[in-house]
């Protein structure tokens, strides 16, 4: 059963800040959020992650509610290179390692 | 530069044809995950391994698919007899143990089934 839900798409304009929201309402004290991205048919790229607090690397900043109910993945300066699909993804206990479930994912296309 | 590897790229088959799908993992790397993609139902978890040994595989339709990892740098997955269902981009991710649990993923092998 998927653990997130995201708006199926999304546009931004170049050089503008991206703001993906995620609700992950079910998520459990211990599972991590995850967001990937995937290019055309490309394998899915990792981007970022997170337990509870605010993230930032050199690609996104991730924004946790205080309650965990929901993420918001920013890219602060779009580009048409950052055109792609975004998945919010719960880490989860599996059998032995963790593994991902992934949502259906927001089409991002950035214009120029 | 460390990646994931898949063979084929591209495979278009008959239904009822084996078909045999390949990954190498990044080295070091001790779980193996299998995945499929479809446009109905995105990216499915089928089955995982760790230092070799199947984990979890109750993703996949146990009666034509199987996943095997012979050694530490080859996973495979295996369609016997395959289907028009079956078409898809199936996709091998890799992970190292510890650090930040993230998966890597190969470019994927497109099927078709005809």
């Known amino acids: 059963d998927a653990k997130t839900t995201q708006p199926p798409s999304m546009d931004c304009a170049e050089g503008r800040a991206a703001n993906l929201p995620c609700n992950h309402s079910?998520?459990?004290?211990?599972?991590?959020v995850y967001w990937y991205r995937q290019i055309h048919s490309q394998g899915p790229q990792y981007i970022i992650h997170g337990l509870k607090n605010n993230e930032t690397n050199e690609m996104a900043s991730l924004i946790i509610t205080e309650d965990r109910k929901s993420s918001t993945l920013i890219l602060p300066h779009a580009t048409l290179r950052d055109t792609a699909v975004y998945y919010c993804?719960?880490?989860?206990?599996?059998?032995?390692?963790?593994?991902?479930?992934f949502g259906t994912g927001t089409r991002l296309k950035v214009l120029a | 530069d460390a990646r994931v590897t898949q063979t084929p790229r591209h495979k278009v088959t008959e239904m009822g044809q084996e078909v045999t799908m390949r990954c190498q993992p990044i080295?070091?790397?001790?779980?193996v995950f299998w995945y499929r993609q479809t446009m109905m139902q995105g990216l499915e978890l089928l089955a995982y391994f760790r230092n070799r040994a199947p984990l979890d595989d109750s993703g996949m339709p146990k009666d034509r698919f199987s996943a095997e990892m012979p050694d530490a740098t080859l996973a495979t997955l295996k369609i016997q007899p395959s289907e028009p269902r079956d078409s898809a981009v199936y996709f091998c991710?890799?992970?190292?143990?510890?650090?930040?649990?993230?998966?890597?993923f190969g470019p994927g092998t497109r099927l078709t089934v005809l």
């Open positions: 080295l070091g790397h001790n779980t």
């Open positions: 079910t998520i459990s004290g211990n599972e991590y």
């Open positions: 993804i719960v880490r989860v206990a599996g059998s032995g390692t963790y593994k991902y479930i």
């Open positions: 991710a890799s992970l190292a143990s510890g650090g930040t649990n993230e998966q890597f």
